[in-house]
């Protein structure tokens, strides 16, 4: 759905089949990371953390989403967003694509900074009528703060 709302300009990249050198060769990037066993990574993100870790990410630009279940997983909503998120500026990256914490109820998540989250958390789960619109609006967003 993004890619479709983002029209023109957007190479496809499966994470599974990414490394470090297939991952450098861009200025923005949208990542996309479901949060799975109670606030990590799932298995494919985590196998290329260490080398993510090693990166210099200065320069470079981040849009995160992230699909997360509020309701089941209340005390670690869209956690791994987060994390990504702190591994991306810890190389020197710079994060874009923040969204407000409103409408959403949960009790915890790695990924808030103050009222924000540092990405779009989806809901897939409880607000599957909501993902179009916040996907639209984010796309908009985006394509004012990528440079
Ligand atoms: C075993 C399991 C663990 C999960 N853990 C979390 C979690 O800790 N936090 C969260 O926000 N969502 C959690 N979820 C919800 C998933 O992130 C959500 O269903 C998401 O849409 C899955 O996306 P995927 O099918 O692309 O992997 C979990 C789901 C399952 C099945």
Redesign the pocket.
Same mark, same amino acid.
């Given at each position: 759905m993004i890619v479709e709302h983002y029209g023109e300009g957007l190479t496809e990249l499966n994470v599974e089949e990414i490394n470090a050198k297939t991952f450098m060769q861009f200025d923005n990037y949208i990542l996309g990371v *479901?949060?799975? /066993? +109670?606030?990590?990574l *799932?298995n494919y993100w985590d196998e290329f953390m260490p080398d993510l870790e090693e990166l210099k990410l200065k320069g470079k630009t981040f849009a995160l989403f992230? =699909?997360? +279940?509020?309701k089941?997983?209340s005390e670690? /909503?869209? +956690? =791994?967003m987060g994390i990504l998120a702190n591994t991306l500026e810890s190389g020197g990256g710079k994060l874009v694509g923040f969204t407000p914490n409103e409408g959403y109820t949960f009790e915890r998540s790695k990924a808030l900074r103050g009222h924000e989250f540092c990405g779009l958390p989806? +809901?897939?789960?409880n607000q599957p009528r909501q993902i179009k619109s916040k996907i639209e609006a984010w796309v908009e967003q985006l394509k004012k703060e990528f440079k």
């Amino acid at each position: 759905m993004i890619v479709e709302h983002y029209g023109e300009g957007l190479t496809e990249l499966n994470v599974e089949e990414i490394n470090a050198k297939t991952f450098m060769q861009f200025d923005n990037y949208i990542l996309g990371v *479901p949060t799975w /066993f +109670d606030g990590e990574l *799932p298995n494919y993100w985590d196998e290329f953390m260490p080398d993510l870790e090693e990166l210099k990410l200065k320069g470079k630009t981040f849009a995160l989403f992230g =699909a997360g +279940d509020q309701k089941s997983y209340s005390e670690n /909503f869209v +956690d =791994a967003m987060g994390i990504l998120a702190n591994t991306l500026e810890s190389g020197g990256g710079k994060l874009v694509g923040f969204t407000p914490n409103e409408g959403y109820t949960f009790e915890r998540s790695k990924a808030l900074r103050g009222h924000e989250f540092c990405g779009l958390p989806l +809901d897939f789960e409880n607000q599957p009528r909501q993902i179009k619109s916040k996907i639209e609006a984010w796309v908009e967003q985006l394509k004012k703060e990528f440079k």
